[in-house]
Every structure is written in structure tokens, then in C-alpha cells.
């Protein structure tokens, strides 16, 4: 069974960092692409970054460049969204999903986690 579990969310004040967790299991992990999306309450769910376990390539949203970093352990199955500087406008649930490839559309994700809460304070 495919599993996405996200992790490592919470209150941070104005430009502090953090850094996502997304643990995967149930499928080859080498072979398949996971993206961070985030959605903020009455907003629409927006990919912010993606990597290709398979070509090992990143992509980033315009507005998640710089400050985005995705990374994996490939030997942990996990995907990690390292974010600094943080500021208000971070503020979501971040989510972790499964595609075949990379993918800025929500409707194209095969899988998503329960997501993980991000708060920035001023």
C-alpha cells in the first residue's frame, strides 16, 4: 500500500526556517516523482516543488525559487522541503504527493498525504 506521511510543520516566526518530511513506502521509490504542493484556507492547492527519483531532476514554482529547496534520501524513501526566510504568506498545510512525473496539477497526483501545518507569525 502506498503511503505518504508529512511531517516537520509548525509556528515559526518571520524569518525562521524549516524543513518538511515526506516518508514514502509502497512503491519504487526510483521510479517515480513526489511534489510538495501547499494550499492556504480559501485558496487554490499549488505545487511549489518536485524531483524525479528517476531522472533525479528538481523543478520549482517561480515563487518557491530561492527559497525552496527539495531534496531526497533515496535510501529512507524520503522527500524533503527545506524552506527559509520564512514569511506570513508561507503560511499553509504542505502536502506531499505521488505522480509518475513531475506535475504542477493536483488532479495528476496518483497519491497525497495528510499534510503537515505551517505557520509564520510576525
Known amino acids: 500500500e502506498v503511503q505518504l506521511v508529512e511531517s516537520g510543520g509548525g509556528l515559526v516566526q518571520t524569518g525562521g526556517s524549516l524543513k518538511l518530511s515526506c516518508a514514502a513506502s509502497g512503491f519504487s521509490f526510483d521510479y517515480y516523482a513526489i511534489t510538495w504542493f501547499r494550499q492556504a484556507p480559501g485558496k487554490e492547492r499549488e505545487g511549489v516543488a518536485c524531483?524525479?527519483?528517476?531522472?533525479?531532476?528538481?523543478i520549482y514554482a517561480d515563487s518557491a525559487k530561492g527559497r525552496f529547496t527539495i531534496s531526497s534520501d533515496n535510501t529512507n524513501q524520503t522527500v524533503y522541503l527545506q524552506v527559509d526566510n520564512l514569511v506570513p504568506e508561507d503560511t499553509a498545510t504542505y502536502y506531499c504527493?505521488?505522480?509518475?512525473?513531475?506535475?504542477?496539477?493536483?488532479?495528476?497526483?496518483?497519491?497525497w498525504g495528510p499534510g503537515t501545518q505551517v505557520t509564520v507569525s510576525s
Open positions: 504527493a505521488l505522480n509518475g512525473l513531475c506535475s504542477p496539477k493536483p488532479s495528476d497526483q496518483a497519491y
Open positions: 524531483i524525479s527519483g528517476r531522472y533525479g531532476s528538481e
